[in-house]
């Protein structure tokens, strides 16, 4: 028989065993313990080993002081112009006050999740469906503001509520695809005639500028041509006018008399009488005045000589006419003018440029506007106002 002292040291170690048991607890990081005494609340344990009154208190809750993360299934919520359209979301959540959100609430995330579902449908229920799917920041504001006003008092703080998807009905779901097809076909079609615009006003310019840059080159041309004849009549004349000066020179430097102009007329005689078509000569009546003359000058002649009239040192050369110095001048000139074509081609070039980025800049506007306002035409807009003259004379003026 078995001794009564030993079975009762026996029963007090397994009863101190099961007290040192229920008397230590070990509460981990990030968590807090809240130990009620017969059933109230007595004290809050925070992380590490903490030794309880066993059979007397009890830690009844283990709160996780983390953010927690609590996703909602899709709820039906119909919009302001009536179409059933499922929402779903997503709640960030921390835990501020351990007491409160043990006691205040009996189940805090099912008060969540239909405190969620209750604000969703008042907010959404005045909204179209349009601003139902572009405004989910405002959604998420204010379904943010309701929910933290009404879980501070559970000791709760809501951090964030996010929308993940709204989800129209399927027949609102085929028109917007279609609607979004259609815009996109227009922005194509609009690009698409943007670049055929841009290709015609580039074509248009180059015409325009190759043509300024083709009649500047054959007016250049011209120029250069005119001013070369220019100065080949300049030298033929100047050469003329030099034979002249010097025969005149020469004949006046002799000092001719009466009979050697008679003797040059008797000469010219008988050229006057050549050619095939003469077929009557008629001896001028001058010939008698010219024949005494030669008597005359022949006797004077003879005096002459014999008196030593003539005097060789009396004759001078003619001067040069000095026609390179108006050459040069004219040189220059060509110069000057070739130069100032040149600044005005230049200019004319900048002035492109200028127009080319004031048109590509309007690529922030509406296209389409922009598109109608200037398909007018592309390469009337890029020729220079000529003030109702013809425009390939304004070109060949320029």
């Given at each position: 028989m078995?001794d009564?002292f030993?079975?009762?040291l026996i029963?007090?170690?397994?009863?101190?065993?099961?007290?040192?048991?229920?008397?230590?607890?070990?509460?981990q990081?990030?968590?807090?313990?809240?130990?009620?005494?017969?059933?109230k609340?007595?004290r809050e344990?925070?992380?590490g080993l903490?030794?309880?009154?066993?059979f007397?208190d009890r830690v009844?809750?283990?709160m996780?002081?983390?953010?927690?993360?609590?996703?909602?299934?899709?709820?039906?919520?119909?919009?302001?112009?009536?179409?059933?359209?499922g929402?779903?979301?997503?709640?960030?959540?921390q835990?501020?006050?351990?007491?409160?959100?043990a006691y205040?609430?009996?189940n805090?995330?099912?008060?969540?999740?239909?405190?969620t579902?209750?604000?969703?449908?008042?907010?959404?229920?005045?909204?179209?469906?349009?601003q139902?799917l572009t405004?989910r920041?405002?959604i998420?504001q204010k379904?943010?503001a309701?929910l933290?006003?009404?879980?501070?008092?559970w000791?709760?703080?809501v951090?964030?509520?996010?929308?993940?998807?709204?989800?129209p009905?399927?027949?609102?779901?085929?028109?917007?695809?279609?609607g979004?097809r259609?815009?996109?076909e227009k922005r194509?079609?609009?690009l698409?005639?943007?670049?055929?615009?841009?290709?015609q006003?580039l074509?248009a310019?180059?015409d325009?500028?190759?043509?300024i840059?083709?009649a500047?080159g054959?007016?250049?041309?011209q120029v250069?041509?005119?001013?070369?004849?220019?100065?080949?009549?300049?030298l033929?004349?100047e050469?003329e006018?030099?034979?002249?000066?010097?025969?005149?020179?020469?004949?006046?430097?002799a000092e001719?008399?009466?009979?050697?102009?008679?003797?040059q007329y008797l000469q010219m005689?008988?050229?006057?009488?050549q050619?095939?078509?003469?077929?009557?000569?008629?001896?001028p009546s001058?010939?008698?005045?010219a024949?005494?003359?030669l008597?005359?000058?022949a006797?004077?002649e003879?005096?002459?000589?014999?008196?030593g009239a003539?005097?060789?040192?009396?004759?001078?050369?003619?001067?040069?006419?000095?026609?390179?110095?108006?050459?040069?001048?004219?040189?220059?000139?060509?110069?000057?003018?070739?130069?100032?074509?040149v600044k005005?081609?230049?200019?004319?070039?900048q002035?492109?440029?200028?127009?080319?980025?004031?048109r590509?800049?309007?690529?922030?506007?509406?296209p389409?506007l922009?598109?109608?306002?200037?398909?007018g035409?592309p390469?009337?807009?890029?020729?220079?106002?000529?003030g109702g003259t013809?425009?390939?004379?304004?070109?060949?003026?320029?």
């Open positions: 078995p009564p030993l079975i009762l029963v007090i170690a397994v009863v101190a065993v099961v007290a040192l048991g229920l008397s230590v607890r070990v509460i990081q990030m968590q807090v313990g809240i130990v009620q005494r017969l059933g609340f007595n344990i925070g992380p903490h030794l309880i009154v066993p007397i009844a809750y283990t996780d002081m983390r953010e927690a993360v609590v996703p909602f299934p899709p709820q039906g919520v119909i919009t302001e112009d009536n179409l059933m359209v929402i779903d979301s997503v709640i960030y959540y835990i501020v006050d351990p007491k409160r959100a205040e609430a009996q805090y995330i099912q008060a969540i999740e239909q405190l579902m209750t604000t969703l449908r008042n907010i959404i229920g005045g909204m179209d469906l349009e139902t405004s920041e405002e998420n379904l943010r309701v933290d006003e009404a879980t501070g008092k000791g709760i703080k951090n964030r509520v996010e929308l993940r998807s709204i989800e009905p399927a027949t609102i779901r085929d028109a917007m695809e279609k979004a259609a815009e996109r194509a079609q609009i698409l005639a943007e670049g055929q615009r841009q290709s006003i074509s310019s180059g325009r500028e190759s043509s840059l083709r500047q054959e007016r250049e041309s250069l041509r005119a001013q070369a004849d220019r100065q080949a009549s300049m033929r004349a050469g006018a030099q034979a002249i000066t010097t025969v005149f020179h020469a004949i006046h430097a001719p008399d009466q009979a050697l102009l008679s003797y005689l008988p050229q006057l009488a050619g095939d078509a003469n077929k009557v000569w008629i001896i001058e010939l008698n005045d024949l005494k003359g008597g005359g000058g006797l004077g003879v005096a002459g000589k014999a008196l003539v005097d060789p040192s009396r004759f001078e050369a003619p001067k040069k006419v000095d026609v390179f110095a108006e050459i040069a001048e004219s040189k220059r000139a060509e110069q000057a003018e070739s130069q100032a074509s005005q081609a230049i200019a004319e070039a002035k492109l440029e200028a127009g080319k980025a004031a590509l800049s309007t690529g922030g506007q509406n389409e922009t598109a109608q306002r200037d398909f035409d390469v009337a807009d890029l020729l220079p106002d000529t013809d425009p390939q004379r304004a070109v060949e003026e320029n």
